[in-house]
């Protein structure tokens, strides 16, 4: 993952408050078994060891919140996001559309990744795009500060890494995808927006996508949720660490009390088992919390 931007404080305080529009699904009150059942996670990630979690039941965006629902915040309240601010964010290499004097250069370790003025939540792949057409794709290019502000509006908060996982695996115990362990269906096609092809200069768009799909693309899991696996990585409200399922409670866990980083999950479309198979129920990521990048969302949770 890309790190853009300088540790920074939360976003300032949203005094509106508007209205989440975006379609509900109910995750009853139970236990699951948290954690890379499989044995195929990344090392250093922290999938392991797998342990009990009891949730109550919680109400959870159906799809990730998508550029029209991200507008009306804004419309609302004049909200500038981190991109924004810093005047620049990052975009995958293929999916950049700006003058030249606008791509400013690759991330270090990770050269599909351009730092690309202008780039940001409106414009997610460079001054020369727009989201015009794209109302219902996941919103990109907004940082865990941003994504907080937005709940705060919203009266929602982002999901714990728990609640995530509860969520995205849909009550299928132990299952490697939402919708069980088999990435494509009986007639072999795919389930989930990822890279096919060789990663990063070609991608095949067997999946018939190059960057983000429309939110309702694919199948639902038995929960209702769309796509929380492939598309885009979503933002939880956790501070990440790779040993923290070694001490995790069993109730609720909420994440260490502090760190550096904020938990991703999900994958994204550029997920590819060449260097990323993270598209699957127990997979962890995290960046640094003022960080945005053009395969990065959230999706929220009811307040407590």
Request: a negative charge.
């Amino acid at each position: 993952m890309p790190v853009v931007g300088p540790l920074s404080a939360p976003p300032r305080a949203v005094l509106k408050r508007g209205a989440h529009t975006i379609k509900q699904a109910v995750v009853p009150a139970g236990r699951f078994a948290m954690g890379d059942s499989a044995g195929v996670g990344n090392v250093g990630d922290g999938e392991t060891p797998v342990h009990e979690v009891v949730l109550p039941a919680y109400s959870i965006d159906t799809t990730s919140v998508t550029n029209e629902q991200f507008a009306k915040f804004v419309d609302s309240t004049g909200y500038r996001t981190e991109a924004e601010t810093f005047g620049f964010s990052a975009v995958f290499h293929l999916a950049v559309d700006a003058p030249q004097s606008e791509i400013m250069g690759a991330a270090a370790g990770t050269p599909w990744w351009l730092g690309v003025e202008g780039a940001d939540w409106a414009h997610p792949g460079g001054s020369r795009t727009s989201i015009d057409r794209i109302g219902d794709h996941p919103v990109t290019h907004v940082s865990w500060n941003d994504a907080v502000a937005y709940c705060e509006w919203a009266g929602r908060r982002l999901p714990t890494e728990a609640e995530w996982e509860r969520a995205a695996r849909g009550g299928i115990e132990g299952a490697t995808y939402p919708w069980g362990d088999e990435l494509h269906d009986d007639d072999q096609q795919w389930r989930c927006n990822i890279w096919q092809g060789e990663f990063p200069v070609r991608n095949t768009l067997d999946d018939g996508f190059l960057t983000t799909a429309p939110v309702h693309t694919f199948e639902p899991n038995s929960f209702g949720l769309w796509q929380t696996v492939g598309n885009v990585w979503e933002w939880c409200s956790d501070w990440y660490s790779p040993s923290y399922y070694e001490s995790s409670p069993e109730d609720s866990p909420r994440g260490p009390d502090a760190g550096s980083a904020r938990v991703l999950r999900g994958g994204s479309f550029l997920c590819h088992d060449s260097y990323c198979n993270r598209y699957r129920n127990s997979a962890r990521s995290s960046n640094t919390p003022d960080s945005s990048m053009g395969n990065g969302g959230f999706r929220t949770v009811s307040l407590e």
